[in-house]
């Protein structure tokens, strides 16, 4: 029997407000004890006396979180900065925690080092289901997640988001019980009896004439068609807006406009954000774009945004096979927080309608997503994860 | 797009097939050969063969040839020129659907950051809003305090004309206090300030202290109000039970406001399924007109007929209960036509 309860909590004072959020969703677990904790928190609060809020409540659950770009609930998403927590119990599932550090060193091996830790905890070795948290500002996502599987197993159930900063793309953090970290991936390891469902989905529309990638490194775009890549945006944006992606992260305006890659055996294309450009116009992404690659650019629609996300949660409960959703877990890119403005709780209700009103719900507004391929779990030889961006992620758990 | 992939699949095939005449025209030819050449060994082997057909072969294959490659030659010159234009169409579409794109772009991008600086502006009035209603409530606070004091003759003996200023005077800060709370309920609600308490907790003792309050307003408007409710003790909701209240008093209030002298006022509460309780507020007052029912629920909206009958109303009640009841995981919504009343529904969970 899984068990979750969320709480919620916004004000100035940090520990108070973890305290409270951590008070509330233990509160919602109606007496049960809390076996491990969801916590993600604006990096408006002094992040360690905000974690020691939730650890005073919270002292012995496994806790892993890290800052976001917005904090989502069951009420949709939270207005201003504020700390979510779900508490989690259950009797015939075992949570373990821990972390993957330096992926600005090495990447794939911090995924790696973090799936590892969290493995050697289960007492069989063995883990049902994985959710990661990584810093995808100091490196390069798709690698973390390949190091994740290196360790777990090319299609072992992954699921995550990389953690945010209120959209400045400064520096984000991750928890791990009573510690915080930068430039690291935390991960949750479940193991035991219990179901999972998945839904992904993006709906952005691309525009526009394809480009052909010339010239890459791993996450790093340098050329278009032979141009600097940057040259894409100046384009499109035209000369006035061009001049302010010199002075602003590129990521702060370009999100809702993401590249579109084609992938073989997809007629979706695989999106691409771009993050920071530099003095030679070569653009960094949330994760690779191969040399060849034909990219276009993208273009968001809230009532398409709205549709997919409804469909992807249908996905995700269908494959629990009749049983009732307990918890939600959502991971969605910050720039469909961008694109629907004021109307973010339209995308968040459209999904409770599939999973419930009533289910225990939290999530975050992300730089990038983790999820398999078509949120394939129920086929393991078919579950391919991926890093995704601009996409919506919706975890299901049930008995 | 789809129109131009069907084109272009088209005109391929038509080329193709205009291509290929030359060759069905030469396979014709070598066809008829090949039957001579049946026919000859018909005649060897003593067999009859309808056909006697074309002498020989090499003039025939050879003419036949260049007849084939001049209409070759002329149908591919002929093709190329038609995928010339095509190509040329093609670009042009290309081009423009680009051009279309980025002013797609720099569209969007525009309505974005209009958008961004609405929320912005908007952000900054609720501010405004917020730091006004505290900075009023202390000073309001003092003048009751004050009017209090004078009131009960603490200060002095007081003539019957001054006495009946006072009462004014403190009835209409009385009103002000009550707007300015509007306005901080609602800033709470925008801010996600507002904490809840969720428990179980008895709706219909709430309705029954709601109407005892209300009863002196009931009375000098003589208004008949008549709360129903299922036989039997009532399961509890859940609910916080201050706000369950605030909303109540709210809708109660506002179907006695708008009610014509002599109306009546009917409240009940049932249970439609087994998780969800049902309360109703139905008037026969002045309604809501129809081309404003979409706003009923929005920020400082007062309805045209509302405003006539009572001027003071900070257009707020009905935003704070949606919010409140919403937050229980229920639902409002009204009923109603201009002149002949209004109904009011909310739902609320039972408590478990």
């Given at each position: 029997m899984i068990d979750a309860g969320v709480g919620l909590s916004l004000g100035e004072d940090a520990h108070l407000v973890g305290a409270n959020a951590a008070q509330d969703a233990l509160e919602r677990l109606k007496g049960k004890k809390a076996e491990a904790a969801l916590v993600f928190a604006s990096v408006a609060y002094d992040q360690e006396k905000m974690l020691a809020g939730v650890r005073s409540v919270l002292p012995n659950a496994m806790v892993v979180g890290c800052s976001t770009a917005g904090e989502i609930t069951q009420d949709g998403p939270?207005?201003?900065h504020s700390v979510a927590v779900m508490a989690l119990a259950g009797e015939s599932i075992s949570f373990f925690a821990g972390v993957g550090e330096n992926i600005a060193a090495d990447a794939r091996k911090a995924g790696a080092v973090v799936a590892g830790n969290v493995k050697k905890q289960s007492p069989n070795g063995k883990l049902d289901a994985f959710v990661m948290l990584p810093d995808v500002l100091v490196g390069n996502g798709a690698e973390i997640v390949r190091g994740v599987l290196d360790s777990l197993g090319a299609h072992f159930p992954v699921v995550g988001g990389a953690a945010g900063d209120d959209f400045e793309f400064k520096k984000t953090f991750q928890y791990l019980n009573d510690k915080i970290y930068s430039g690291a991936v935390v991960g949750l390891g479940l193991s035991g009896k219990f179901k999972m469902g998945i839904g992904v989905k993006h709906g952005w529309i691309p525009v526009g004439l394809p480009k052909t990638v010339t010239k890459s490194t791993g996450s790093v775009l340098h050329e278009l068609d032979g141009k600097p890549a940057v040259k894409i945006y100046e384009d499109y944006f035209g000369a006035e807006r061009a001049e302010e992606l010199k002075k602003e992260p590129l990521a702060k305006l370009a999100i809702t406009y993401p590249l579109g890659m084609k992938v073989a055996g997809s007629d979706e294309l695989l999106i691409r954000d771009p993050i920071t450009v530099d003095a030679n116009g070569s653009i960094t992404c949330a994760a690779e774009i191969p040399e060849g690659s034909e990219i276009r650019l993208m273009i968001g629609s809230r009532e398409e945004a709205i549709k997919v996300a409804k469909e992807a949660a249908v996905s995700a409960v269908q494959q629990l096979n009749g049983s009732a959703p307990k918890a939600v877990i959502i991971f969605n890119c910050i720039a469909r927080n961008k694109l629907f403005g004021e109307h973010g709780g339209e995308e968040i209700s459209a999904i409770q309608e599939a999973v419930g009103r009533a289910t225990p719900l939290i999530g975050f507004y992300t730089y990038g997503e983790q999820a398999p391929l078509g949120g394939e779990v129920r086929n393991l030889e078919k579950c391919n994860p991926a890093f995704h961006n601009e996409t919506v992620v919706i975890c299901v758990l049930a008995d | 797009m789809v129109t131009e992939r069907k084109d272009i699949r088209h005109s391929t095939v038509a080329i193709i097939l205009f291509l290929s005449i030359p060759f069905l025209l030469f396979a014709a030819v070598v066809g008829t050969i090949t039957l001579r050449h049946f026919n000859e060994m018909a005649t060897i082997m003593g067999m009859t063969f309808p056909l006697s057909v074309f002498t020989s072969d090499a003039e025939i294959v050879i003419g036949a040839f260049i007849v084939c490659l001049g209409l070759e030659s002329g149908l591919f010159i002929w093709a190329l020129s038609l995928y010339r234009t095509k190509a040329s169409t093609l670009e042009n579409t290309a081009y423009e659907q680009e051009r279309a794109a980025v002013l797609l772009v720099r569209r969007d991008m525009e309505l974005s950051r209009a958008n961004e600086q609405l929320r912005n502006l908007d952000e900054v009035k609720s501010g405004f809003i917020s730091v006004v209603a505290h900075q009023l409530r202390t000073p309001l606070s003092g003048i009751k305090w004050t009017l209090n004091l004078l009131q009960n003759g603490d200060l002095g003996t007081l003539s019957l004309e001054q006495k009946k200023f006072l009462v004014k005077a403190y009835e209409s800060n009385d009103r002000m206090i009550g707007l300015v709370n509007d306005l901080l309920g609602a800033d709470r609600i925008d801010s996600g300030k507002a904490r809840y308490t969720f428990i179980p907790m008895d709706l219909t003792g709430a309705i029954e202290s709601v109407l005892y309050e209300i009863a002196p307003q009931v009375h000098a408007r003589e208004l008949t109000v008549r709360f129903t409710k299922p036989e039997g003790q009532f399961s509890p909701v859940r609910g916080d039970p201050e706000r369950i209240r605030a909303v109540l008093q709210n809708l109660v209030e506002n179907s006695v406001k708008y009610s014509r002298p002599q109306g009546t006022v009917l409240i009940t509460l049932s249970s439609p399924d087994t998780e969800t309780a049902l309360v109703s507020i139905k008037d026969n007052g002045i309604g809501i007109p129809k081309d404003e029912q979409e706003h009923i629920?929005?920020?400082?909206f007062r309805a045209k007929n509302a405003v006539k009958v009572e001027?003071?109303?900070?257009?707020?009640g009905l935003y704070i209960a949606k919010a409140i009841i919403q937050r229980h995981g229920g639902k409002i919504w009204f009923d109603g036509k201009e002149d002949e009343g209004v109904s009011f529904f909310f739902t609320l969970p039972l408590a478990k």
């Amino acid at each position: 029997m899984i068990d979750a309860g969320v709480g919620l909590s916004l004000g100035e004072d940090a520990h108070l407000v973890g305290a409270n959020a951590a008070q509330d969703a233990l509160e919602r677990l109606k007496g049960k004890k809390a076996e491990a904790a969801l916590v993600f928190a604006s990096v408006a609060y002094d992040q360690e006396k905000m974690l020691a809020g939730v650890r005073s409540v919270l002292p012995n659950a496994m806790v892993v979180g890290c800052s976001t770009a917005g904090e989502i609930t069951q009420d949709g998403p939270a207005k201003r900065h504020s700390v979510a927590v779900m508490a989690l119990a259950g009797e015939s599932i075992s949570f373990f925690a821990g972390v993957g550090e330096n992926i600005a060193a090495d990447a794939r091996k911090a995924g790696a080092v973090v799936a590892g830790n969290v493995k050697k905890q289960s007492p069989n070795g063995k883990l049902d289901a994985f959710v990661m948290l990584p810093d995808v500002l100091v490196g390069n996502g798709a690698e973390i997640v390949r190091g994740v599987l290196d360790s777990l197993g090319a299609h072992f159930p992954v699921v995550g988001g990389a953690a945010g900063d209120d959209f400045e793309f400064k520096k984000t953090f991750q928890y791990l019980n009573d510690k915080i970290y930068s430039g690291a991936v935390v991960g949750l390891g479940l193991s035991g009896k219990f179901k999972m469902g998945i839904g992904v989905k993006h709906g952005w529309i691309p525009v526009g004439l394809p480009k052909t990638v010339t010239k890459s490194t791993g996450s790093v775009l340098h050329e278009l068609d032979g141009k600097p890549a940057v040259k894409i945006y100046e384009d499109y944006f035209g000369a006035e807006r061009a001049e302010e992606l010199k002075k602003e992260p590129l990521a702060k305006l370009a999100i809702t406009y993401p590249l579109g890659m084609k992938v073989a055996g997809s007629d979706e294309l695989l999106i691409r954000d771009p993050i920071t450009v530099d003095a030679n116009g070569s653009i960094t992404c949330a994760a690779e774009i191969p040399e060849g690659s034909e990219i276009r650019l993208m273009i968001g629609s809230r009532e398409e945004a709205i549709k997919v996300a409804k469909e992807a949660a249908v996905s995700a409960v269908q494959q629990l096979n009749g049983s009732a959703p307990k918890a939600v877990i959502i991971f969605n890119c910050i720039a469909r927080n961008k694109l629907f403005g004021e109307h973010g709780g339209e995308e968040i209700s459209a999904i409770q309608e599939a999973v419930g009103r009533a289910t225990p719900l939290i999530g975050f507004y992300t730089y990038g997503e983790q999820a398999p391929l078509g949120g394939e779990v129920r086929n393991l030889e078919k579950c391919n994860p991926a890093f995704h961006n601009e996409t919506v992620v919706i975890c299901v758990l049930a008995d | 797009m789809v129109t131009e992939r069907k084109d272009i699949r088209h005109s391929t095939v038509a080329i193709i097939l205009f291509l290929s005449i030359p060759f069905l025209l030469f396979a014709a030819v070598v066809g008829t050969i090949t039957l001579r050449h049946f026919n000859e060994m018909a005649t060897i082997m003593g067999m009859t063969f309808p056909l006697s057909v074309f002498t020989s072969d090499a003039e025939i294959v050879i003419g036949a040839f260049i007849v084939c490659l001049g209409l070759e030659s002329g149908l591919f010159i002929w093709a190329l020129s038609l995928y010339r234009t095509k190509a040329s169409t093609l670009e042009n579409t290309a081009y423009e659907q680009e051009r279309a794109a980025v002013l797609l772009v720099r569209r969007d991008m525009e309505l974005s950051r209009a958008n961004e600086q609405l929320r912005n502006l908007d952000e900054v009035k609720s501010g405004f809003i917020s730091v006004v209603a505290h900075q009023l409530r202390t000073p309001l606070s003092g003048i009751k305090w004050t009017l209090n004091l004078l009131q009960n003759g603490d200060l002095g003996t007081l003539s019957l004309e001054q006495k009946k200023f006072l009462v004014k005077a403190y009835e209409s800060n009385d009103r002000m206090i009550g707007l300015v709370n509007d306005l901080l309920g609602a800033d709470r609600i925008d801010s996600g300030k507002a904490r809840y308490t969720f428990i179980p907790m008895d709706l219909t003792g709430a309705i029954e202290s709601v109407l005892y309050e209300i009863a002196p307003q009931v009375h000098a408007r003589e208004l008949t109000v008549r709360f129903t409710k299922p036989e039997g003790q009532f399961s509890p909701v859940r609910g916080d039970p201050e706000r369950i209240r605030a909303v109540l008093q709210n809708l109660v209030e506002n179907s006695v406001k708008y009610s014509r002298p002599q109306g009546t006022v009917l409240i009940t509460l049932s249970s439609p399924d087994t998780e969800t309780a049902l309360v109703s507020i139905k008037d026969n007052g002045i309604g809501i007109p129809k081309d404003e029912q979409e706003h009923i629920f929005s920020r400082f909206f007062r309805a045209k007929n509302a405003v006539k009958v009572e001027t003071d109303g900070s257009g707020l009640g009905l935003y704070i209960a949606k919010a409140i009841i919403q937050r229980h995981g229920g639902k409002i919504w009204f009923d109603g036509k201009e002149d002949e009343g209004v109904s009011f529904f909310f739902t609320l969970p039972l408590a478990k």
